[in-house]
């Protein structure tokens, strides 16, 4: 091992099903298994059931010590996350459940749609204690919508005082110029106290205030319980002889994010393991641009992606989680809808299979997910639409592998003004997304800047684009990693 970077060890949960993957340092899948859980769904579980196989097939080329990175991708959280209190079986596994969080609106001009108003109700009122709006906030080009209420945000603060675990913030337009949301959090972080988790909505991005503040609140009501699981889980992993290594998770647009990161934007492991099915399944096909049939263990496919430069598809404009409007962008799901009088079959796979495509040429349809074979075994070699039908090696095993091959990403976003100084407006994007992935536990010696998008905002008074920057970078490595720094790391290789 004294030529490699360390392992990482790929995890993924689908029900009863866990899958795992080994990827040595230079990128090689060394070893891949299955296993059906028998007791509970846990990290514990998990680890237990793949790790000594995994180490088995290598035939004493490593050992647990030369596994540095350890990355999951759970399906089983997407739906805490939909409705963490629906199943308090499996919730109990991976949370500790959560409380009411306080809700503050920096902007009084904007109170005709008052915080929350799109909620549905009993969710709101099961989540949220209490919400105000008080004065703040910036305009477009920079300068303060109105002075900022810091009496009125202590005197919030002390009526929340020991009845809440987390604050969300949000600003009008404070992705552009979070000054303010910054001064709020120093406010209610010195009434409150440090045990209070603040969260701020221009760390999670989107130029809606509606979305970007829906989205801010449900990150304050899981990062409490999220806090509790990371600390959980780094016990796990000392148990199992792996407290040494990193561990990250699959994240919702296809990159991982350690777990110090995840345990304060637990929103983003949302759709994480269907990303990193996605993701895997292309490398084991060998494709760039394709679709991608999520199996389940039962041999259906309730959801089909597509593929696009090796990476998956992202949604555009809102997104609706528990039945909230957010502005988090995560892989396109286009669900299967099976007939009423039968299972999942080739006529409901090419309806999906047609709008899940961006243009009219066919591609191959990829079979990700532990029903992976189940599925392939009754299906054509060919549907309308695809140039072929393929289960690559190892599809089972797709998420494991996906989530341990991915890089950690970061990104940030900026409205910037058309007649500006806009190259450093570029510039500041491209760093603050490269910060943000370093952030989010890249490498810090190769995080690069992938892509920058720009979007003409036509509903202001003065002409603007929204400015998005991707970042990414190699997971930095644990312990076994750090005694073999003299070789370049996955990511350096692939020209990241």
Partial sequence: MSELTGYRL??????????????????????????????????????????????????????????????????????????????????????????????????????????????????????????????????????????????GLAAFARSVRGRVEAVAITGVFATLTPDHELAAAAVLERELGGTVRIVLSHEIGGNGL??????????????????????????VMTAHGLGHAEVFFARNDGTIMAIDYAATHPLALYGGAAAATVRGAALLA?????????????????????????????????????????????????????????????????????RAKTAPGDLPLLLGGPGADDLAAILPPHLPGTVSVRCPPWAHAAAAVGVAT???????????????????????????????????????????AKLVEETPLSYLAEPAVALLARAEGPPRSGMAGRRASTTPLLGERNGV
């Fill in 406 to 448: 991915a890089p950690v990403g970061g990104e940030a976003s900026r409205v910037m003004a058309v007649h500006g100084d806009n190259d450093v407006t570029r510039e500041a994007v491209h760093e603050a997304a490269r910060a943000a992935a370093v952030h989010a536990g890249a490498d810090p010696r190769y995080a690069r």
């Fill in 10 to 151: 790929g995890i993924a949960v689908d029900g009863n099903e866990v899958a795992g993957a080994l990827v040595d340092g230079h990128g090689n899948i060394d070893a891949v298994t299955t296993r059906r859980l028998t007791g509970g769904r846990t990290p514990d579980e998990a680890l237990t059931a793949v790790l000594d196989p995994l180490l088995a097939q290598l035939d004493g080329r490593g050992t647990v010590t030369d596994v540095d990175r350890v990355l999951f991708a759970i399906t089983e959280l997407d739906d805490l996350v939909v409705a963490p209190d629906a199943r308090p079986d499996q919730t109990s596994a991976w949370t500790g459940g959560h409380g009411p969080v306080a809700v503050v609106r920096l902007g009084a001009a904007t109170t005709a749609v008052p915080p929350l108003a799109l909620w549905p109700p009993e969710f709101r009122d099961r989540a949220v204690f209490a919400a105000t709006t008080v004065t703040g906030g910036a305009r477009l080009e920079g300068t303060d919508l109105e002075p900022l209420d810091e009496a």
């Fill in 286 to 354: 060998g494709e760039q641009d394709a679709l991608v049939a999520l199996t389940r263990a039962d041999g259906t496919a309730p959801a089909i992606c597509a593929v696009t430069a090796g990476l998956p598809r992202l949604t555009s404009g809102h997104t609706t989680i528990a039945g909230v409007p957010t502005s988090l962008r995560l892989v396109a799901r286009v669900p299967v809808r099976p007939r009423a009088e039968g299972p999942y079959d080739s006529w409901t796979l090419t309806e999906a299979i047609d």
């Fill in 210 to 235: 509606l979305e970007r503040e829906n989205a801010t609140v449900l990150q304050a009501v899981m990062t409490p319980p999220a806090g509790r699981d990371a600390a959980r889980l780094q016990d």
